[in-house]
């Protein structure tokens, strides 16, 4: 299902693709792709592909949250990022098995290297393109807006209910189960809010503990939390 949907998403979509390519190349004359290494199942590190949506060596702050208001999001990169055009080209991580269509998103090492023992689970599956979480927190960059470190921001607020929720995908997955995240996410650019309210149904149909029901919802301000496995909040990265 993996093969057979990059494929043809990448067929579809490359017409967009490659339009969003040319505009970031004009902007600056520089790579239009942005080449990132990330953790992936059994903590092997592989090169994920994006389209470019910062200022070249933007890496190189060592700040790897970004929020909406980043000054080192370029103006296309602001267009490319709002749909999301500069994750669909990662179908091509897809396509080569460094990824699947539906899993937890991949972390930088640095992330990693700060998982809780429970965390390590999240290893345990080939990292996705979306998932739950995906949907949840779409709107990540909003939430570290503003912060002075917006990496322990998410650390405190985004990290120990996205981690809950990849562990809890890896131990409720199915094919039915990816096929309705598919579906959940295409729903999530029309309306965030009924495909939250619909992963909340849904998890809470499949087991899951009432505060991540709630979560899901994102009806409820987010609060700083322990991160799985861990019973003090994070103070630093």
Do not use: H
């Amino acid at each position: 299902m993996d093969i057979a949907f990059s494929l043809i998403g990448l067929i579809t979509f490359s017409p967009l693709l490659i339009m969003a390519v040319i505009l970031v190349w004009l902007q600056d004359f520089k790579t239009p792709f942005y080449i990132a290494s990330r953790v992936g199942i059994k903590g092997k590190i592989f090169k994920m592909v994006k389209i470019r949506t910062m200022v070249v060596n933007a890496d190189k702050s060592e700040v790897d949250t970004t929020s909406v208001d980043d000054m080192r999001i370029t103006p296309t990169g602001k267009l490319i990022r709002k749909i999301k055009l500069d994750e669909l080209i990662q179908l091509w991580n897809v396509l080569i098995g460094d990824m699947s269509l539906v899993g937890p998103r991949p972390q930088v090492e640095r992330d990693v290297n700060i998982y809780t023992e429970v965390e390590q689970q999240l290893l345990n599956a080939r990292p996705g393109i979306t998932d739950f979480s995906s949907i949840v927190f779409s709107d990540e960059g909003e939430i570290v807006s503003g912060s002075k470190d917006p990496d322990l921001c998410y650390n405190q607020m985004i990290r120990p209910w996205k981690s809950r929720l990849g562990i809890f995908y890896i131990e409720k997955s199915s094919t039915i189960i990816d096929i309705l995240i598919i579906l959940l996410t295409i729903l999530s650019i029309f309306s965030k809010k009924y495909a939250c309210l619909s992963i909340s149904w849904l998890i809470k149909k499949l087991g899951a503990s009432v505060e991540l029901v709630l979560i899901a919802q994102r009806e409820i301000e987010l609060y700083p939390t322990p991160p799985p496995g861990a019973v003090n909040i994070v103070t630093k990265r």
